[in-house]
């Protein structure tokens, strides 16, 4: 056991899990703000810099609307909304779980594992198609 381990593993579990807990606390206060604000009211949440000034979505762009449809468990808008937030959620919630399960036993967890640099050149790929796909004419895509 390395000693960053070993502090790791030495620090009580309330005091351990105190990241993952705020965390936690953080998404989910944004995720009731999504629910209560509707993002789907022009200028509800502001605006995309980018869309405002080149008229381009953004790979982020329909990310609060996506939310918020998914807040009333309407998984096809949301997916019109952003698609890649909409497939990126179930990933992000187990690298969540996986973080928490390392403070909760001490031990020492990537919170993302090792990514194999042929893996990281195929998600920018499918992320920049994504981006590019949804300003096409016509595009089902775009938010």
Same mark, same amino acid.
């Given at each position: 056991?390395?000693?960053?381990?070993?502090?790791?593993?030495?620090?009580?579990?309330?005091?351990?899990?105190? #990241?993952?807990?705020?965390? @936690?606390?953080?998404?989910?206060? #944004?995720?009731?703000?999504?629910?209560?604000?509707?993002?789907?009211?022009?200028?509800?949440?502001?605006?995309?810099?980018?869309?405002?000034?080149?008229?381009?979505?953004?790979?982020?762009?329909?990310?609060?609307?996506?939310?918020?449809?998914?807040?009333?468990?309407?998984?096809?808008?949301?997916?019109?909304?952003?698609?890649?937030?909409?497939? @990126?959620?179930?990933?992000?919630?187990?690298?969540?779980?996986?973080?928490?399960?390392?403070?909760?036993?001490?031990?020492?967890?990537?919170?993302?594992?090792?990514?194999?640099?042929?893996?990281?050149?195929?998600?920018?790929?499918?992320?920049?198609?994504?981006?590019?796909?949804?300003?096409?004419?016509?595009?089902?895509? #775009?938010?």
């Amino acid at each position: 056991m390395t000693l960053a381990a070993r502090s790791i593993a030495l620090r009580p579990r309330s005091e351990r899990l105190k #990241a993952p807990i705020w965390s @936690a606390a953080g998404v989910a206060a #944004a995720t009731v703000a999504l629910h209560i604000r509707d993002p789907h009211t022009s200028g509800s949440w502001g605006i995309c810099p980018l869309y405002a000034t080149t008229g381009i979505y953004c790979p982020g762009c329909g990310g609060l609307r996506a939310v918020n449809d998914l807040t009333y468990g309407h998984v096809w808008q949301a997916a019109s909304s952003n698609l890649v937030l909409v497939l @990126a959620i179930p990933f992000a919630v187990f690298f969540f779980a996986r973080w928490s399960y390392g403070a909760w036993t001490g031990r020492e967890i990537a919170v993302v594992p090792a990514v194999p640099r042929p893996l990281k050149i195929a998600l920018l790929v499918v992320v920049a198609v994504f981006w590019i796909a949804r300003n096409l004419p016509g595009s089902w895509l #775009a938010p």
